[in-house]
């Protein structure tokens, strides 16, 4: 790290101000913060001091992540050969998968980071740490097959019309991942649903097996709720799906990470859990006796595992910008999206997978809730002053 330091030192005057390359200051300055924790201090005023910078707090998130990545590249292998009666092992899945998954990766971080480098020269001001995880939550919520040409396009949107254009980092009112998700999917809604894991690359002399399925389970959620995958199989993720969401287990490691160190919310990640649970249980109570199924009777706790809740509540819900920022207000925000999760599949048989729009909704509702929340705590200050 010495040595490390030395040569960022020495070729540290180039981009100060008078350098030869002054206009990429803040593109040095984001490679050597990410590097190292920042020299600076402050002068005057009182602040809270903490170690724990913007950097070092989006570099958890990613480690968080690292389970469902992993276990993503797995299963896109283990889904491959699955879908040719491929006998496989360990490593010729992981293979496989890390073959179709870091293409997309560097995809979203190179079309993400260079709009972020444009403004950065463009309008002189410090390059945001936000995409350090937007960049690879955008490929975890896809499928392996997705183009590449796809990818970048979804990047850019999300990173220019999605967080630039209200500021940068922090300035968002939605989350950043989603509105690319929501982006590709509305607009290439062929690439992002339905057979998703059939036109993988095929394998010389096999065929499709005729026991495998190309569909999710939630594309015939609806109509066919009691063929699902066994509870083991949707926990574990060994199952069609986009990369990075198909495991809970995956996910609850990374919740783990999250709230021991503070940095997501275990009252939001909770809730969500809550809301979609009692909603289930409350379509339960209301299902028709006549017909046994109607998806309104799919045991509550299934909603937990099927599609992308888990990683939507863990890593996508808990996003510091766009969500309440209250106490009280975490908790309603969480509920709301659990809750409106599972209404949306439930009642909307052409859009099953609906986590996406749900936390995409509360996102905008998410100052409303605060605003509520704070005028509720004045008026009970105020009465128990009179």
């Given amino acids: 790290m010495k040595i490390a ?45 903490d170690a724990m910078d913007l950097k070092r707090t989006m570099v958890m998130v990613i480690f968080a992540l690292v389970p469902c990545l992993l276990f993503g590249i797995w299963n896109t292998g283990y889904q491959h050969y699955l879908a040719y009666g491929i006998e496989s092992s360990f490593v010729e899945n992981f293979t496989f998968g890390l073959i179709k998954v870091l293409p997309i990766i560097v995809v979203s971080y190179v079309a993400g980071l ?31 097959t997705v183009p590449l040409w796809m990818v ?25 991942a989603l509105l690319a998700r929501a982006f590709m999917f509305f607009a290439f809604p062929a690439y992002l649903s339905g057979d998703i894991w059939t036109d993988l690359s095929p394998e010389a002399g096999h065929q499709v097996v005729d026991a495998f399925s190309g569909a999710t389970n939630l594309v015939t959620f609806d109509s066919n709720y009691q063929n699902l995958p ?11 799906g986009s990369i990075g969401e198909t495991s809970v287990l995956a996910c609850l490691i990374g919740a783990l990470i999250l709230i021991v160190t503070g940095v997501g919310s275990w009252r939001i990640i909770v809730s969500v859990f809550v809301g979609g649970y009692l909603m289930g249980l409350l379509l339960n109570f209301l299902a028709p006796a006549d ?28 996003d510091p910008v766009s969500a309440a920022q209250t106490e009280k207000g975490k908790l309603i925000y969480g509920l709301s999206i659990g809750a409106f999760i599972v209404i949306l599949r439930v009642f909307n048989p052409a859009y099953p997978e609906a986590v996406m729009l749900s936390i995409l909704l509360f996102n905008v509702f998410a100052p409303i809730i605060d605003h509520l929340v704070i005028e509720q705590h004045i008026k009970s200050r105020l009465k128990n002053a009179q």
């Fill in 5 to 49: 330091r030395k040569l960022v030192d020495s070729i540290k005057p180039t981009f100060a101000k008078g350098g030869k390359l002054e206009k990429f200051h803040y593109m040095f300055d984001a490679f050597e913060t990410f590097l190292f924790v920042p020299d600076t201090t402050t002068k005057t005023g009182v602040h809270v001091r």
């Fill in 291 to 318: 017909n046994l199924q109607h998806a309104m009777h799919t045991p509550a706790y299934y909603h937990w595992f099927m599609g992308s809740f888990a990683f939507g509540a863990i890593f996508m819900a808990t």
């Fill in 230 to 240: 066994s509870v083991w199989d949707m926990f574990m993720g060994f199952e069609q």
């Fill in 152 to 176: 970048a396009l979804g990047a850019i949107f999300c990173t220019l019309l999605g967080k630039e254009i209200f500021g940068g980092t922090g300035m968002n009112f939605m989350n950043p």
């Fill in 114 to 144: 260079g709009v972020e480098f444009a403004f950065s020269i463009a309008k002189g001001h410090p390059i945001s740490e936000g995409y350090l995880v937007t960049g690879l939550l955008i490929p975890l919520t896809l499928p392996a």
